[in-house]
């Protein structure tokens, strides 16, 4: 079939031929497409002439136009005939006479007909086989996915485990500062118990703002984890496809999201620290001073 719809398609739209008109020379074209043609060559003599397509041979167009040119009319009732018994799997364009869209647009990216890229909105656009534009797809999304190395993946997880490290540490750390605040004050009894409650109001409000700060960025990172799962997935889709447009499609996604990536710096591990310690604290501040002044210490500063 598809060697068929390449001898009814017209030399200049390569389209499925419409209103088939046979010049002197013995060659069809479409009627619109030889307008075209007779629009590019005409000239101020009297004569009009055109040069065919095919054969680029000088044949006059008689003086009642193109429409006094025969019509093809065996090959007009193949093409009927062969719509009627097996239509074919083509879509059409929108615009009359609404030809099959089957010729790819390199600049648009999109499947047109052959009469929107002669005398259409795509006129003088590139084009390209379609199938040749699948292969170059998948090939392209091999060479995106290169642009990520494993080198970049491995700084990824690196950054992934040092924060998550830092996050353990940082848990460990907070521990042993509760359990140093918690030791002492149980020595002064439930008088002292409002006041340890404050330090450990602050340190939990400096564990706050530290979640507030790190949770974000280890949220990050761990998409960045799912991102390289999705990205493999997604380039292997992309080499399965079957479907030139879909393949198309998943290969823009594909450039935006490593695009996207490649802008991403990650995020910088900072070192952590508590200051004023709460052991110092506790060591200078609260050992020195009377149990009946203990009222008028302030929480610190975390």
């Known amino acids: 079939m598809e060697r068929l719809e390449e001898e009814l398609s017209c030399a200049v739209c390569c389209g499925i031929y419409q209103d088939p008109r046979v010049l002197p020379c013995s060659h069809t074209f479409c009627r619109e497409c030889l307008e075209g043609v007779l629009q590019r060559s005409d000239t101020f003599s009297i004569r009009r002439r055109l040069k065919c397509p095919n054969c680029r041979a000088l044949v006059d167009v008689p003086a009642a136009g193109l429409e006094s040119l025969p019509i093809n009319f065996a090959l007009k009732a193949v093409i009927e005939k062969c719509r009627q018994e097996e239509p074919w799997d083509v879509e059409t364009c929108r615009e ?26 795509h006129r003088g656009h590139p084009i390209g086989d379609l199938h040749s534009a699948h292969r170059k797809a998948k090939e392209a999304a091999g060479k995106l996915q290169e642009q990520l190395p494993e080198k970049y993946w491995r700084e990824v997880l690196l950054c992934y485990m040092k924060l998550t490290a830092q996050k353990s540490q940082w848990e460990k750390l907070l521990r042993s500062e509760k359990d140093v605040v918690g030791q002492y004050f149980k020595k002064l009894g439930d008088t002292l118990e409002h006041k340890k409650q404050a330090l450990l109001g602050a340190l939990d409000e400096l564990n706050r703002r530290f979640l507030r700060e790190y949770e974000p960025l280890l949220e990050s990172v761990s998409k960045l984890k799912v991102e390289e799962i999705e990205l493999k997935y997604l380039n292997s889709s992309i080499r399965k496809e079957k479907s030139p447009l879909l393949c198309l499609e998943k290969l823009e996604e594909l450039q935006q999201r490593v695009k996207a990536l490649r802008e991403k710096e990650l995020p910088d591990v900072k070192p952590l620290e508590i200051c004023p310690r709460m052991e110092d604290l506790l060591k200078d501040v609260w050992a020195k001073t009377e149990v009946g002044q203990i009222h008028k210490i302030l929480p610190p500063k975390l």
């Not at 009359?96 to 007909?113: G, S, T, W």
């Open 96 to 121: 009359p006479p609404r030809q099959p869209l089957n010729i790819y647009c390199l600049l648009d990216r999109q499947l047109v007909c052959g009469q929107c890229l002669t005398i259409g909105q």
